[in-house]
């Protein structure tokens, strides 16, 4: 069986109640129990944390193993390095996603320290963004 992790950054716990005309209102705990239902043979895993090395240590736990990450760094994209340096030390490709499209919003959202090192960048489809990586990382495993 195929594996793959989502990876959640800083303030994702708060979806479906944080701003939602940008985020929408849908929380991720609901989202992620439709995504399985659409790849039910797929282990799929999903994991959110608030800090930063946290995330540094779950992309190194699911790096060396798992067939690809779907990574939304939210504001650690913008500035986190050891993220970016985490991304480029595993084997496993990430893609990272946005649910907002970060090139129509603020400047400080214009620089990413992730996307040079993923495989790619899906910014601005919503919730459903995380399905389209997964669908890309399936068929490139
Ligand atoms: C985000 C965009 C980031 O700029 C922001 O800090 C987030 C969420 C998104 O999914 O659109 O927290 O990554």
């Given amino acids: ?11 994702l716990n708060l979806l479906g109640r944080r701003e939602p005309g940008v985020y929408g209102s849908t929380d991720f705990e609901s989202y992620f129990e439709s995504l399985k239902t659409l790849v039910p043979h797929l282990a799929l ?28 760094p939210a504001a650690y994209t ?3 390095v050891a993220i970016g340096d985490a ?5 496993a490709p990430v893609v990272e996603v946005h649910i907002s499209n970060v090139h129509a919003r603020e400047s400080f959202r ?31 495993s």
């Fill in 1 to 11: 069986m195929k594996k793959i992790a989502i990876i959640n950054g800083p303030n």
């Fill in 45 to 72: 895993s999903y994991f959110q944390s608030n800090i930063e090395g946290e995330l540094v240590t779950a992309l190194q736990q699911a790096g060396f193993d798992s067939d690809g990450i779907v990574l939304n």
């Fill in 78 to 80: 913008h500035t986190s």
């Fill in 87 to 91: 991304i480029a030390a595993i084997t």
């Fill in 110 to 140: 214009q620089l990413s320290h992730v996307s040079a090192k993923a495989a790619g960048t899906i910014t601005g489809l919503g919730l459903q963004g995380y399905e389209l990586a997964i669908r890309y990382l399936l068929a490139r």
